[in-house]
């Protein structure tokens, strides 16, 4: 029983986007705050872009602007060539650690969590970084989603083993 | 230098950005970039109910609740400090469509129309902020990640299967937002 929950503990870690990488170097918990400042980088974006405005997604769903299709499709090229460079010099991070990725596996889930995910884009307007970015900005009603979001998550966790893969 | 932050930034601007934080999270920690993973360690540090999808260290992943803190903070910076409150310019015939649904405020990043507290018992209300939630969360994580973890970050390390993802995050776009949207803006 035991080693069947590790078994499938680690095909859920390796299906997901979470770090599978345990870094062996141990550090105090204020050093997330570097985490925290990209963070704070990543949401002045979201909002002076309009990336989290529900019109532009809007826009986008109706191919009526090509605003976020160029916003995603430059980060895609900027952080593929990242990716290729880290890994053709084998860059380390700046506490001298090996950077590591992991192949994504395919299951089915990728489709119709993919379709599911995309409906609900398009209704809230906003995918997972741009919720708490509005939220940010002081829109009080998007933490109803966001405790919406999180309850879809613990239903899929719940009823995980039922659903096809 | 002021005038160039408070204005909208072009697409290209935020598009380097945002994919420079692919190698800064990379480097800073060989943590990789994907927002979602967020709402499974919320679960798991609040209601994990005995559920094995649920019951992992969350706290070896706190450093992406740090990132989405900062994310909430950045928000909060450029909506009060580095802003034009000057209402979006929006395709008129988007424009002209949510007005016949009623929706004639265009100001803000989210339409206040449709996203309020006070709305949340009405059928329109409860069916875009709860409904929406629901399905962002259960898909995403179903899915195994979002435009962060699949669009940008999978296809950055070219992975076949974040294209296969990226792919149907758009096919239910569409057709929620041409198809269905409509019916539930008219209720």
């Known amino acids: 029983m035991k080693t069947q929950q590790e078994e499938t503990d680690f095909e859920v870690r390796s299906l997901d986007t979470m770090c599978i990488n345990e870094s062996n170097l141990s550090h105090p918990w204020w050093y997330n705050f570097k985490y925290l400042a990209v963070g704070i980088v990543f949401g002045i974006v979201f909002v002076k872009a309009e990336i989290i405005s529900w019109f532009r997604i809007q826009e986008m769903f109706r191919l009526q602007s090509f605003h976020m299709y160029g916003v995603i499709g430059t980060a895609v090229v900027v952080g593929a060539i990242s990716v290729f460079l880290i890994k053709r010099f084998k860059i380390k991070t700046i506490h001298g650690e090996e950077i590591t990725f992991t192949d994504k596996k395919f299951n089915k889930g990728q489709i119709y969590g993919g379709l599911i995910f995309g409906l609900g884009w398009a209704i809230t307007g906003a995918c997972p970084g741009p919720l708490f970015a509005q939220l940010g900005t002081g829109v009080l009603a998007i933490i109803v989603v966001i405790i919406s979001a999180v309850a879809g998550t613990w239903v899929y966790g719940k009823f995980r083993d039922k659903l096809p893969h | ?187």
Request: proline letters at 5%; charged letters at 10%.
């Open chain 2, 1 to 187: 230098m002021i005038e160039t932050i408070t204005q909208p930034w072009p697409w290209y601007t935020a598009g380097i950005i945002i994919g420079l934080i692919v190698p800064a999270l990379l480097i800073l920690g060989n943590k990789h970039f994907g927002i979602s993973a967020n709402l499974r360690h919320m679960c798991a540090a609040c209601f994990p109910s005995d559920i094995p999808f649920f019951k992992y260290d969350w706290k070896k992943e706190s450093w992406n609740l740090f990132f989405i803190g900062g994310i909430l903070i950045g928000g909060f910076i450029a909506a009060h400090f580095l802003g034009s409150d000057a209402p979006i310019t929006i395709h008129p015939d988007l424009a002209q469509e949510l007005a016949g649904y009623g929706i004639t405020d265009l100001s803000g990043m989210v339409p206040v129309q449709l996203f309020a507290l006070h709305d949340i018992f009405t059928l329109r209300g409860f069916l875009m902020m709860v409904g929406g939630g629901f399905l962002v969360g259960f898909g995403t994580r179903y899915a195994g990640g979002c435009t962060s973890g699949h669009a940008i970050m999978g296809l950055s390390d070219l992975q076949w299967p974040s294209l296969v993802a990226t792919i149907c995050f758009m096919i239910g776009g569409f057709v929620m937002a041409n198809l269905i949207l409509p019916f539930i803006l008219s209720l």
